[in-house]
T-cell receptor
Framework: DTAVSQTPKYLVTQMGNDKSIKCEQNLGHDTMYWYKQDSKKFLKIMFSYNNKELIINETVPNRFSPKSPDKAHLNLHINSLELGDSAVYFC???????????FGPGTRLTVL | QKEVEQNSGPLSVPEGAIASLNCTYSDRGSQSFFWYRQYSGKSPELIMSIYSNGDKEDGRFTAQLNKASQYVSLLIRDSQPSDSATYLCAVRMDYGGATNKLIFGTGTLLAVQP
C-alpha cells in the first residue's frame, strides 16, 4: 500500500512546454505539499494545501499552478518550462500543517 | 546567516562507531525539530522529531536539542553501512497559523565504512 504516490517518476521535456505532475495520498491527511529539491539537494516548500484550500504559497513563479480536486489529491501544472525548473519535485502530506512530512517518491523533471 | 545550517560532509565513520550530525538554526522562536534520512535517489523519511530541550532516544538514534544554543543534533550509535545516506535537519518556525515555516537544511552526507 503506497502512502503517497506521484506520477510520473521521470519527465523529460523541451523548454517552453507545459507539463503536469499528479499526487495522491491514502493516509487520510488533510494537508498536502509540493517541494522542489535542486541539484544541491536543497529541499524547499513551494505550496501547501489544507483540505483543498491553498495555505502556503512561497515565492514561486506563477508558471507553477497547484490544484487540489479533493483532500487526497494535489496536482502541479507547470507552464512554459525553463531550464532552471529541472529538479526533483516531491509531493508530501502531513496530519497537521508543517508537522511530520510523508514524502512521495519524487518526480525527476529534466528540461532540455 | 542561513536559517538552518548543516555541515554538508561527507562525514565518514567506521562501522560500529558513533556518528554525530549537527544542525544550527537562526530563529529563537522555533519549536519543532525533525531529522529526515534520504538515501540517494529516494525521498526523505522521518527518523525522529524532538520538541523539548534534552535528549530523545529511539533505538540506535538519539536526538539532542538545546534551544538556548539553537542547536539540534542526531547521534547514531553502532553505525552500519546501511546508515549511509544524507541526513536532513528540518526546523519549524512558528509565527502563527499559515505564516509558520518549515525550513530544511542542505543535509549532511554520512558514509559508514565497513
Amino acid at each position: 500500500d503506497t502512502a503517497v504516490s506521484q506520477t510520473p517518476k521521470y519527465l523529460v521535456t523541451q523548454m517552453g512546454n507545459d507539463k503536469s505532475i499528479k499526487c495522491e495520498q491514502n493516509l487520510g491527511h488533510d494537508t498536502m505539499y509540493w517541494y522542489k529539491q535542486d541539484s544541491k539537494k536543497f529541499l524547499k516548500i513551494m505550496f501547501s494545501y489544507n483540505n483543498k484550500e491553498l495555505i502556503i504559497n512561497e515565492t514561486v513563479p506563477n508558471r507553477f499552478s497547484p490544484k487540489s480536486p479533493d483532500k487526497a489529491h494535489l496536482n502541479l501544472h507547470i507552464n512554459s518550462l525553463e531550464l532552471g525548473d529541472s529538479a526533483v519535485y516531491f509531493c508530501a502530506s502531513s496530519q497537521e500543517l508543517l508537522d511530520t512530512q510523508y514524502f512521495g517518491p519524487g518526480t525527476r523533471l529534466t528540461v532540455l | 546567516q542561513k536559517e538552518v545550517e548543516q555541515n554538508s560532509g561527507p562525514l565518514s565513520v567506521p562501522e560500529g562507531a558513533i556518528a554525530s550530525l549537527n544542525c544550527t538554526y537562526s530563529d529563537r522562536g522555533s519549536q519543532s525539530f525533525f531529522w529526515y534520512r534520504q538515501y540517494s535517489g529516494k525521498s526523505p523519511e522521518l527518523i525522529m522529531s524532538i520538541y523539548s530541550n534534552g535528549d530523545k532516544e529511539d533505538g540506535r538514534f538519539t536526538a539532542q536539542l538545546n534551544k538556548a544554543s539553537q542547536y539540534v543534533s542526531l547521534l547514531i550509535r553502532d553505525s552500519q553501512p546501511s546508515d549511509s545516506a544524507t541526513y536532513l535537519c528540518a526546523v519549524r518556525m512558528d509565527y502563527g497559523g499559515a505564516t509558520n515555516k518549515l525550513i530544511f537544511g542542505t543535509g549532511t552526507l554520512l558514509a559508514v565504512q565497513p
